[in-house]
T-cell receptor, first 117, second 111 residues
Framework: GAVVSQHPSWVICKSGTSVKIECRSLDFQATTMFWYRQFPKQSLMLMATSNEGSKATYEQGVEKDKFLINHASLTLSTLTVTSAHPEDSSFYIC?????????????FGDGTRLSIL | EDKVVQSPLSLVVHEGDTVTLNCSYEVTNFRSLLWYKQEKKAPTFLFMLTSSGIEKKSGRLSSILDKKELFSILNITATQTGDSAIYLCAVGTGTASKLTFGTGTRLQVTL
């Protein structure tokens, strides 16, 4: 149980392209999903908290117009990296928290490796 | 600013050894402390701790939380090469249980 699917797993694209990453909870509902970024040999840094049916909450220093988040249903959140540039290249990971409150662990997707040329 | 510190940063042990990984934290509005194992892809959940002094156990892995001293340990007994991974400690805060991660401990188990 508690499977989170993230797609695509790997993207290579040209500078200036917009890239959409999907995060789905397959066997549970998630009112809240989270988006993280991980640089090589570093830990996960929270970018934003995505709440179903409302605007995402972004962490300090994360540009909301650059990283667009949509959480239109209880099982799907998307992150769109707009006009991506080489410095946006990173490993992006989503997590989903089962609906029912904060006393349940977040479950992570397998991540998306984004490479901008 | 919430802070989670893990030690050691990396560790190399022989198969069969016992290891103890440490995690200390300074956060506001603590809810829970979680341990994850990260191999090549995304972290997989190991333990969630909310109460002090109650050990959680799963096979050769166990963990305990001390909310007075603000730390947790993760023990792995009789280590195997398959235990080689990065072990992440994260603290959940606030009603949304936002996670703040430590930098991780890279464990390598050799034959």
């Amino acid at each position: 149980g508690a499977v989170v699917s993230q797609h695509p797993s790997w993207v290579i694209c040209k500078s200036g392209t917009s890239v959409k990453i999907e995060c789905r909870s397959l066997d549970f509902q998630a009112t809240t999903m989270f988006w993280y970024r991980q640089f090589p040999k570093q830990s996960l840094m929270l970018m934003a908290t995505s709440n179903e049916g409302s605007k995402a909450t972004y962490e300090q220093g994360v540009e909301k117009d650059k990283f667009l988040i949509n959480h239109a249903s209880l099982t799907l959140s998307t992150l769109t990296v707009t006009s991506a540039h080489p410095e946006d290249s990173s490993f992006y990971i989503c997590s989903a928290q089962p609906t029912g409150g904060g006393n349940q662990p977040q479950h992570f997707g397998d991540g998306t490796r984004l490479s901008i040329l | 600013e919430d802070k989670v510190v893990q030690s050691p940063l990396s560790l190399v042990v022989h198969e069969g050894d016992t290891v103890t990984l440490n995690c200390s934290y300074e956060v506001t509005n603590f809810r829970s402390l979680l341990w994850y194992k990260q191999e090549k892809k995304a972290p997989t959940f190991l333990f969630m701790l909310t109460s002090s002094g109650i050990e959680k156990k799963s096979g050769r892995l166990s963990s305990i939380l001390d909310k007075k001293e603000l730390f947790s340990i993760l023990n792995i007994t009789a280590t195997q090469t398959g235990d080689s991974a990065i072990y992440l400690c994260a603290v959940g805060t606030g009603t949304a249980s936002k996670l703040t991660f430590g930098t991780g401990t890279r464990l390598q188990v050799t034959l």
